[in-house]
């Protein structure tokens, strides 16, 4: 099969969404694809500008930043003519947005070749709801960007189906690609020698329930129960977790760390909890499952696919006695837990490989293109 030139564009170098645009990459150039990146020049940290330090030599069709708002802003205009621009000196056959903006510049840039515009919406304005004016308007966005849309992917069916009662059905091939990880990220992490009973690794967002877990330790607290837990990680809800945890008289047991390699981060607890209100297929419990650690994780989002026929294991989100009561569960039976952690383990490794990801995802592109064609919008074709 010919070679594809593809434009991956998206907002934030953060988290899930940067991993799998990074996996996705690496995984199309080892296929012979030639790639380009258009990213958000105001976000990111030491980790992500080092990764894409050592990706871009690989890059044949560059890397360019702009700014790119959080929000709807006069600012969109120039960040969209910027996309814009990169498509046509690209020659992309595909432009790929990640992400509600990443999604929204990719549908909207124009280039005077015919190209795919391929969205994954990962969460993004899909956890809004018509309930609120800002989940009014992001969504009806959406809707309008549909039509322009000639592939969409989702991490999982939850998403899709979220989508589709959301935003509607678009005309375009919609394909379910679960993200994957590699076979580097299988095996037992040693624990660190001052690991506490518990961590927690992730951005400090209401929607993760951090404050969730705070209060189950405090409620284990008040049993008689003396756990310890590390927080790993950063974000808005930095401060009020802080103050959160000094009131609830936690700030000896529960202690903060700065984000870091996942791996790393596993060695500093027993057991992880992500006690998340809502997510698409979080990587986070992938790369958990994948080291054979104990976790505690919620019955939300995409969860349930990767849990399969263990997710009765999972507990409601944002339910502070069913989080205390599987915590302490977990103390109180260890042998159960280490056992559950490895028949999670297996499915993940017999259910979602970044292979299967990159490959997945290499053939909406083709499906795309062939239907572009047969519709009569001819896809400029590169070797």
Known sequence: ?????????????????????????????????????????????ARSAAALTALLPHLALGMSTVAIPRQ??????????????????????????????????????????????????????LLLDHATFNGKAYLALERLLMPRGDLYLFESAFGAGVFRDKVGTPHAPMRVIHN??????????????????????????????IDVLVDAIAALHARGCPLTATLVGDGPSRTALTAQVAARGLSDAIRFRPAMPMRQALALGRLAVLPSRAESLPYVVLETAAAGKPLITTQVGGIPEIYGNLSDRLVPAGDVAALATAIAAVLREPDTATATAELLRRRVAESFSVDAMVDGVIAGYRQAIDGASLVGRPVLRRA
């Not at 099969?1 to 907002?11: E, K």
């Not at 802003?73 to 621009?85: E, I, K, N, Q, T």
């Not at 929204?104 to 795919?116: D, G, H």
């Not at 076979?183 to 660190?192: H, Q």
């Open 1 to 45: 099969m010919p070679a594809l030139n593809i434009l991956h564009v998206f907002r934030a170098p953060l988290g899930g969404l940067f991993r799998h645009v990074l996996d996705l990459v690496h995984g199309q150039l080892a296929r012979g694809h030639k790639v380009g990146l258009v990213l958000d020049s105001l976000t990111g940290d």
């Open 72 to 125: 709807l802003s006069p600012r969109d205009f120039p960040a969209l003519v910027h996309v814009g621009g990169r498509v046509r000196a690209t020659g992309a056959q595909v432009v790929h947005g990640h992400g509600a903006k990443g999604g929204a510049y990719a549908r909207l840039a124009f280039a005077r070749a015919p190209i795919v515009r391929a969205y994954t919406p990962h969460g993004g304005s």
């Open 180 to 209: 994957g990880i590699g076979p580097s990220e299988f095996g037992a992490v040693a624990l660190a020698v001052d690991a506490t009973d518990i961590v927690f690794v992730g951005e400090f967002r209401p929607v993760k329930g």
